[in-house]
Every structure is written in structure tokens, then in C-alpha cells.
């Protein structure tokens, strides 16, 4: 059943073809929809579109619908084309002619458009709640083995010493970046397109101000064209913001992985946290990570999906825009299991404490012995060809004992500075603006 159809129907093959998966990823529109249709309605009795009975009439009918769809009985119909005609639907059903002035003033163009952007804006809440959970974890287990020496690369080969408290206060650190592009992402979608029609306004004296008041978005798409113009633009700019922290999982997903191996050992986890062989007996692969790796990996092409299926589209609404939830919400509950597991498996990590130990790693404190020559009086050239024939002679002897202390190093991790920065990022997102408005609108 469709909302636009008049005196004759499509063919069915046609219908097909053209709802595709849309009723698969609309479940997830579902409680937006109810959201924007009561901010729609309440403007409507406002401007004096409803009687403010009917508004009250719809409120009630919605707030039981949205009821159903928090516990898990909302289902989708099989003979609805979309989540927003199956909801103007069944209020229909149960209210008759009330149920069919919600749409006065709303093309489905707009109202799809604010169904997304509201759908990921709280998805942007949820990712940022996890990578925030992530920051923390990786910030205490940098503390907590922040004199842990651990081997750094260069070029994949042995260069000087890190630690643990380096390497894990780094993803931390990346992460507060993350944030940075994915609260950009927040600003864009944090805008109402409600009211914008098909993309051309109306000539029904909408109330925008008080829809954007009521949804608590922090201002509007102003321009009726540009609002249509913001579909891919807004889901374009969430994947950014994605696809940057997918990158650091991927990134270290893949220390791990390599860190875990035979020829490294420095760290580990419990065998039931790991996959073993069909014929090895001695393998303890880390799955886990690999599928994180790919997971993110795979990510970092979405921006580029998205890109590509609106590129040459020109002003308006074309029905391929549906595509992008195909493209845009697998991807984000991949972010989330991914976020999830990765601090799920730190919880568990084994920590390799003596792992620089080993005469296989003398070599990372070659600069060590440099720079201790340059602080007694030798100049950096002499002190650096002198060590360089030692270590060719194989009389090169390492001092394990350090001393950095700038700032941002071994002896100085700055990690109440980068907490500070991850705040500061987090504030600005001021998440409980919009929570409280629609807990107003839902009351």
C-alpha cells in the first residue's frame, strides 16, 4: 500500500524492484519517524492545521506506537512500502480522518530527511559513549603499565625503546582526534530539515522555528533547496567521522595481531579469548582482531560509496538516495560491535613484562649510548659513529636504565593533559541539549 497512489498501481515487479530493502533498514527509522511526526503535528495545531483535540488524538495514538517499538512489538507490515506510510497508516485505522491531516505541509522527502538525521544523530551518540569507554580503558592500562618497556619500529625493524604506557596512551590520544571530525559530523546533522518539503517549501505558513525547537536540533537547514541538498551530504560527513575511528581500531588490531605472534610475545590473552587449528595444536590465532581489522579496514571506503552514488545527481530528490542506508547502517552497527569487542578483549590483554629483555632487543638502546656520550662533551656525529662501530663490532653493551622526562615521553605520558582534551571534545557535543527535548516531546 502507498501513500502517493491514486487510480492505478505499479506493476509488480516494479514495486519490487523499487522498495528493494528499504522495509530491512526502515525498522531502525521507525521510533524517528514517531519523533518527527509529533513535532510535525504539534506545529500543525499551532499554525491552526489540526484542532488541538485531533493533535492530542494523534500524541496519544504515536506515544502507544513508539511504546510498541521500544519493547520489541512494532513490527513492519510486508504490504507498506515504508515505515512512514505504515505509521500515517495505522493512524488512519484508528482515527479516521484525523490520522490522514498529518502529512498537511510534509512531502516524505522531508520526512525521511528528518528520520535520518535524527537516527544519526543518536547513533553519533552511541559511537561517541564507546569511544569514550575505549579512551578510558586504554588510558588505564597506560597508567597501569606505564614503566613497562616495550620495543618500537621503524621500518618493521628494531629502533628504540617505547612502553606500554606509550603505546596504549597513543590510541588514546587518537581517539580524542576521532572525536574532533566526528562532532563535526554531529554539527552538520544537528540541523532541521523539517518543513522543506520536496525540496521547494510550502505555501502553508510552517512554523520551522518551533519543529526545530521541539526535536532539539540546534538550528535548521535554512534553505528549503539546500535542506534536500544535505541527503548524502549529512550521511558523507557521519562516515568521516567513522571511518577516522575505524582507522585506529584497524590500526591497532593490527599491533596486535602482529604483537601476539611467536617472534614477538608481548601480549597475550586467554586461550578462550582466541582460536586455535584444525591440525595445530600450538595456535592461539586472534580472530577477534582480524575481523576488527577488516571490519574498519572495510570502512575506510564508505565516505567514498557514499560519494560515489550522489556524485553527479543534480538539485533535487532521486529515489537512489534509499541505497545509502544500505551503505551507511551495516556499517554503523559494525563500528559499534567493533568498539565494543575491542574493549571487551582489553579488559582481558596479558601484558609481556619482560619482553625487551631478551639480547635480541640490545639494539634499541644504541641511541641511549649516544646521547649519553653527547651529555659528557662529545659531539653528536663522533658519539653516533662511535656507537654505530661498537654495535658492527659486536662489543656494543646496552644500558637499560632511562631518562626522558620531556614531555609526551617515556618518563612523562601527559595522560591527565589528553583526559583533559577528550573532555573538552566530549562538552562540546552537549548531547543532553537534544535528549531533553525529545524527552519533553515524548512526555
Request: net charge negative; glycine share 6%; hydrophobic share 40%.
Amino acid at each position: 500500500m502507498k501513500l502517493w497512489e491514486k487510480n492505478s498501481s505499479s506493476a509488480e515487479r516494479v514495486n519490487a524492484f523499487t522498495v528493494g530493502r528499504d522495509l530491512t533498514f526502515d525498522i531502525h527509522l521507525a521510533p524517528y519517524d514517531v519523533q518527527g511526526t509529533l513535532a510535525h503535528t504539534a506545529m500543525l495545531a499551532h499554525i491552526g492545521l489540526m484542532e488541538e483535540g485531533e493533535k492530542n488524538e494523534v500524541h496519544k495514538a504515536l506515544k502507544r506506537i513508539y511504546a510498541q517499538m521500544l519493547s520489541g512489538e512494532f513490527k513492519m507490515k510486508e504490504d507498506v512500502e515504508d515505515i512512514h506510510s505504515q505509521i500515517e497508516i495505522m493512524l488512519t485505522e484508528e482515527l479516521g480522518d484525523v490520522g490522514k491531516k498529518i502529512h498537511s505541509g510534509r512531502s516524505r522527502n522531508d520526512q525521511v530527511l528528518v528520520d535520518l538525521k535524527l537516527f544519526m544523530r543518536s547513533e553519533i551518540f552511541e559511537i561517541a559513549v564507546l569511544t569514550k569507554e575505549l579512551f578510558q580503558k586504554l588510558q588505564l592500562l597506560s597508567e597501569k603499565y606505564r614503566s613497562v618497556l616495550l620495543p618500537g619500529y621503524t621500518h618493521m625493524q628494531v629502533a628504540m625503546p617505547s612502553s606500554f604506557g606509550l603505546w596504549f596512551g597513543a590510541y588514546a590520544e587518537s581517539l580524542v582526534d576521532d572525536l574532533i571530525i566526528l562532532k563535526a559530523a554531529h554539527d552538520m546533522i544537528n540541523q532541521n530539515p523539517l518543513g522543506s518539503g520536496a525540496g521547494f517549501g510550502s505555501s502553508f505558513p510552517l512554523d520551522r522555528n518551533l519543529t526545530t525547537q521541539l526535536l532539539g536540533f540546534e538550528s535548521m537547514n535554512y534553505n528549503v533547496v539546500y535542506a534536500m541538498m544535505g541527503r548524502g551530504k549529512a550521511e558523507k560527513s557521519m562516515s568521516f567521522g567513522m571511518a577516522s575511528i575505524a582507522a585506529t581500531l584497524s590500526k591497532m588490531a593490527m599491533d596486535i595481531c602482529l604483537y601476539m605472534g611467536q617472534e614477538y610475545r608481548f601480549v597475550s590473552f586467554p586461550e578462550e579469548l582466541t582460536t586455535g587449528s584444525s591440525i595445530m595444536p600450538h595456535k592461539k590465532n586472534p580472530d577477534v582482531f582480524e575481523l576488527i581489522r577488516g571490519k574498519c579496514n572495510r570502512m575506510q571506503a564508505l565516505p567514498t560509496d557514499i560519494t560515489m552514488m550522489t556524485l553527479n545527481l543534480p538539485t533535487g530528490y532521486h529515489r537512489e538516495m534509499q541505497l545509502l542506508k544500505e551503505l551507511l547502517f551495516p556499517a554503523i552497527e559494525d563500528l559499534k560491535d567493533c568498539l565494543s569487542m575491542t574493549i571487551y578483549m582489553l579488559d582481558h590483554i596479558q601484558v609481556n613484562d619482560k619482553a625487551v629483555e631478551q639480547d635480541k632487543y640490545n639494539d634499541l638502546f644504541t641511541v641511549e649510548a649516544v646521547n649519553r656520550l653527547v651529555l659528557k662533551g662529545m659531539p653528536f656525529r663522533e658519539a653516533y659513529q662511535k656507537v654505530g662501530r661498537d654495535v658492527a663490532a659486536g662489543s656494543f653493551q646496552p644500558d637499560r636504565n632511562l631518562n626522558h622526562v620531556h614531555a609526551g615521553s617515556l618518563g612523562d605520558l601527559q595522560n591527565e593533559a589528553i583526559a583533559s582534551n577528550m573532555e573538552a571534545q566530549w562538552q562540546k557535543f552537549d548531547f543532553d541539549s537534544w535528549k531533553d527535548a525529545l524527552v519533553r516531546l515524548l512526555a
